[in-house]
């Protein structure tokens, strides 16, 4: 089985650490106050591939579905699915330094994978090798948060893989991260 705790758990908490640093001056990230922990728990009784941000007792923490552990085995994609979890926590945070206002649905799932996209690279993720681990895993992948409303406001896997080869385009030319963002949610018309 390639669902390792120990290994998830030192991953976000690199991430979280990475996050600090980027979005948060060194501080504890955390969504209106309530902190974003490591603690990822694992939901036996959800039969769909899924993973959320739920509020646990010492603050934010990552509820995933046995089956999300057994079908995603990549590794990369898991870190990815977990951090776009976090980047949901943290989203209000980097719209406001990034300058975007009054998005909603679909923009707040891109903006959410395009954190953890960004936090993973920080982390020596390459943006190639993640790209190559979320189209092995897409199908999974992209139906996370299947008993959800907002599933309905994800958009298609394709479109959300192309928005982050754009997210690296854009940086490459010399943009920081909030840059990047703004640049792109422009591209997509929803700034
Ligand atoms: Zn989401």
Redesign the pocket.
């Known amino acids: 089985m390639s669902w390792k705790p120990a290994y998830i758990r030192e991953q976000m908490r690199r991430f979280l650490a990475l996050a600090s640093k980027e979005f948060y001056g060194g501080g504890t990230p955390n969504w209106d106050g309530t902190n974003l922990v490591v603690d990822i728990q694992i939901d036996e009784n959800d039969m769909t591939v899924n993973a959320n941000l739920s509020p646990f007792g010492g603050g934010y923490g990552v509820l995933v579905s046995e089956l999300f552990t057994l079908m995603v085995e990549d590794q990369i994609a898991q870190v990815f699915v977990l951090g776009?979890?976090y980047g949901?926590g943290m989203t209000e945070t980097v719209m406001q330094a990034a300058g975007l206002t009054n998005l909603s649905g679909p923009a707040?799932?891109v903006i959410?994978d395009l954190i953890s996209a960004y936090i993973l690279s920080r982390m020596g993720i390459a943006p190639d090798q993640l790209v190559r681990a979320l189209e092995t895993a897409k199908e999974h992948v992209f139906n996370?948060?299947a008993n959800q409303q907002?599933a309905g406001?994800?958009p298609e896997g394709d479109d959300r893989i192309s928005y982050i080869q754009t997210l690296n385009v854009i940086m490459e030319g010399g943009h920081t991260f909030p840059q990047a963002l703004f640049l792109l949610l422009e591209q997509l018309g929803c700034s």
């Open positions: 776009h979890e949901h707040h799932e959410a996370t948060h907002q406001h994800h």
